[in-house]
């Protein structure tokens, strides 16, 4: 299976953006997504995950109430739309497949859980 991201950039803050990932591959399992960043010299920190059926999402704190995860399963993509962007928010985004078993709506933070990694993305805040 393939993860590509989409849809980084450079904005002020305050702007907005909306990050896609699409899946491409032998996607013929349920799996769970997940946005991870990382920062210069900063360790990969969770963002955001959602499961299979798009019930209840899951945040980290410094990005609730900005960030919105969403999914399509007809298109295998998965979004990231994210507002009131801060210079804080400035990092490399990845998204990350967690493959799961039917039924399962689980969600981890955990990045050692993920199955499979996108190259990245570049989110630039300026001040």
């Known amino acids: 299976v393939q993860l590509v991201e989409s849809g980084g950039g450079l904005v002020q803050a305050g702007a907005s953006l909306r990050l896609s990932c699409a899946v491409s591959g032998r996607t013929f399992r349920r799996y769970a997504m997940g946005w991870f960043r990382q920062a210069p010299g900063k360790e990969r920190e969770f963002v955001a995950a959602?499961?299979?059926?798009?019930?209840?999402?899951y945040y980290a704190e410094s990005v609730k109430g900005r960030f919105t995860i969403t999914r399509d399963n007809a298109k295998n993509t998965v979004y990231l739309q994210m507002n009131s962007l801060k210079p804080e928010d400035t990092a490399v985004y990845y998204c990350?497949?967690?493959?799961?078993?039917?039924?399962?709506?689980?969600?981890?933070?955990?990045?050692?859980?993920?199955?499979?990694w996108g190259q990245g993305t570049q989110v630039t805040v300026s001040s």
């Open positions: 959602i499961g299979w059926s798009g019930i209840s999402p």
């Open positions: 990350a497949l967690n493959w799961v078993p039917i039924g399962s709506d689980r969600l981890t933070p955990l990045s050692a859980e993920y199955d499979s």
